[in-house]
């Protein structure tokens, strides 16, 4: 019986847990810090090529202002002056030519701004019908672009509005978009630099943009297009319904077909003889499978018919593709995920097959060693396996590290975590079994015992009946099994009673007591007679008897014998037993331990008559 004390065990889950949320909560914190650092140094270098463009800017309008200047001086100067003349010129000429450049430099910086800033949106319906790029005064673009949006929706909204009363104009350098006197949009020369284009062209563009969308609107949601979308749904319920009604009628006419065919085509699955799956779970088996593939048909067609009645109305039309992405992104994902990760799958392949061809290579030398088809001075056959099974498990080891790489997240801080974490669980749960395989190759290629050999470890006899990593089982006498772990194995001293039995035998013995009486010799032949009588005693070597001490009493002998035999000692004890008593007996002779007190009165010395003297026997 094994007793766990249930606080440090306690204590012990709570830490391990404890050190996984810490490591989770690491990595997600890293990952974060990271996000946040990547989304402002995007801002911060949005903010620098913003402040560049603006200098830029602000130094154009000074040259233009300038060479405003010069060319009202140059008009007002005397013809006959042609000095200061030329000097205009040529200084108009150099502020012309900075101010090619300055515009040049000004849409370089706006095409590598784009790269950074997707502009802000105008979605006054559904669809985005352009963005917004730049602030305006004390408006965001996003401001300006929610101002937008709310203008626009007015309009529509507004009976008395009419598409072709939406003007255009310039005001200064600004370009306005309005209707009687409510004011759309505005838009400077910068705008127009954002889309690559001149001004009066992109008011243009802006107000054909504006006039199409109201009027795409307006007839979405006019009474004729709310009419046919309402038909529209109802076919599709209808349509939905009928599938279902059809799904529940094949399943059930499936069922029956199932019951009707068990036991006739559906006979259950066999390997070898053994009924893996008898008729009626395999029966139970498909109809769980039909169920969960109609319950995936009918919640995949609710799925599916879903944003299609969303989008027939253009008020709910902006759920659909929501609704639709929940379904279809994952797939893409998974699909896109699955190609790219296809050539480290293909390396990965590569490398399991050089791996399992090498461990094919090593099985077969491991097999030629064990049966001695191979054999390696100072290498024994029985340690093939155990060496075969270490090398299998440091290539596979090896082989980890190799295709870490390759695996899909490894370099994710939440995979390195976990992987620490599963690391140190396995360590803190694992210690007394790694103990245990350790102790059990030690034991291997010390070739301290084999399977079938009667050993003593410790206070247990008995006969080897497995050798593992982590235990070693042993069968007594007494037919019980008993379980030993191989670093208690490792502690205990180990006796090992058939490591030489067949060649130079094993030496069984066991003791007993004569009276001082008895002459030793008649004792030896006896006890050597007896010995030889057994069947599992082997005649050559002959049996001997040493005499032990010289009690009291009695004098000890011990009675020893050669026998090949020792998986079976207990009989051979047993039957060399029985037999020193029967032949003893027929001797004459008692098998006692006798106790005396001398008195020396003249009574018969307890010695053999043929040592006792005629002086003695006088006496």
């Known amino acids: 019986m094994i007793l766990f004390k249930s606080k440090p065990v306690t204590s012990v889950l709570i830490l391990l847990l404890g050190m996984f949320c810490h490591t ?67 200084e108009l000429h150099v502020l012309r030519s900075r101010d090619s450049i300055l515009l040049a430099r000004r849409k370089q910086k706006v095409d590598s701004l784009k790269l950074l800033n997707n502009g802000a949106p105008v979605v006054p319906f559904r669809d985005t019908i352009f963005r917004i790029y730049t602030s305006l005064g004390s408006y965001t673009a996003r401001d300006r672009a929610s101002a937008i949006e709310d203008r626009i929706r007015n309009l529509a909204a507004n009976l008395d509005f009419q598409v072709d009363s939406l003007r255009a104009w310039q005001n200064e350098n600004n370009w ?15 705008d127009a630099l954002w889309t690559n284009t001149d001004i009066a062209s992109l008011a243009e563009m802006k107000l054909q943009d504006i006039k199409s969308a109201i009027t795409k609107y307006r007839e979405e949601t006019s009474l004729k297009n709310l009419l046919t979308s309402i038909l529209q749904a109802a076919l599709i319920i209808t349509v939905l319904l009928v599938l279902l009604i059809g799904m529940n009628k094949l399943a059930a006419w499936t069922r029956r077909k199932l019951i009707g065919n068990r036991g006739k085509r559906l006979l259950g699955i066999r390997v070898r003889g053994y009924q893996l799956i008898s008729p009626e779970r395999q029966v139970r088996i498909l109809w769980i499978l039909i169920t969960g593939a ?38 893409h994902d998974i699909g896109a995920s699955v190609i790219a990760y296809f050539p480290n799958l293909i390396t990965i392949i590569v490398i399991c097959i050089v791996f399992f061809y090498a461990l094919k290579v090593l099985k077969f030398f491991a097999g030629e060693l064990r049966s001695g088809a191979l054999h390696i001075p100072g290498f024994f056959p029985d340690w093939a396996l155990p060496t075969y099974h270490i090398l299998r498990v440091l290539l596979l080891a090896f082989l980890m590290i190799v295709i870490f790489p390759y695996l899909p997240g490894s370099d994710s801080s939440i995979f390195k975590g976990v992987s620490v974490f599963i690391g140190v669980l396995f360590t803190f749960s694992s210690a007394g079994a790694l103990g245990n395989i350790v102790a059990g190759l030690v034991l291997t290629y010390m070739r301290s015992f084999s399977l079938g050999d009667r050993v003593k470890i410790g206070d247990i006899s008995g006969d080897i009946i497995e050798k593992s990593l982590l235990v070693t089982r042993i069968r007594t006498t007494k037919n019980e099994v008993i379980s ?25 013995h066991t003791n007993l007591t004569m009276s001082y009486e008895t002459r030793w010799q008649v004792v030896h032949e006896l006890a050597k007679k007896a010995a030889l009588q057994v069947e599992l005693i082997e005649a050559e070597p002959a049996p001997f008897v040493l005499q032990n001490s010289l009690d009291d009493f009695y004098i000890t002998y011990e009675i020893n014998a050669y026998t090949k035999h020792p998986n079976k000692q207990a009989q051979i004890y047993s039957e060399l037993h029985k037999s020193l ?9 008692e098998l006692l331990s006798p106790h005396y007190s001398a008195i020396r009165d003249g009574n018969k010395p307890d010695i053999p008559d043929a040592f006792i003297s005629p002086k003695d026997s006088q006496h």
Do not use: C
Request: cysteine-free; aromatic content about 8%; hydrophobic content about 45%.
């Open 484 to 508: 030993v772990p191989n670093s208690q194995v490792m502690n205990s001293h180990t006796i090992n009673y058939s490591a030489d039995s067949q060649e130079k035998g094993l030496i069984i």
């Open 176 to 190: 306005i978009i309005a209707w009687n006197d409510q004011m759309i949009m505005s838009f400077n020369d910068q």
């Open 294 to 331: 109609k319950w995936l048909l009918i919640l995949t067609s609710f799925y599916l018919a879903l944003p299609m009645m969303l989008n027939l109305f253009p008020s709910t039309r902006g759920y659909a593709p929501v609704l639709l992405s929940y379904f279809l992104n994952p797939l």
């Open 581 to 589: 008593m029967d032949v003893f007996h027929e001797a004459g002779i």
């Open 24 to 90: 989770v909560a690491f990595a997600n914190q890293r990952l974060t810090q990271d996000t946040l650092q990547s989304r402002a140094d995007t801002v911060s270098a949005i903010n620098q090529r913003s402040v560049d463009l603006m200098q830029l800017l602000e130094q154009q309008r000074r040259d233009s202002v300038k060479r405003l200047a010069l060319e009202n001086q140059l008009l007002t100067i005397q013809l006959s002056d042609r000095k200061e003349n030329k000097q205009l010129v040529e």
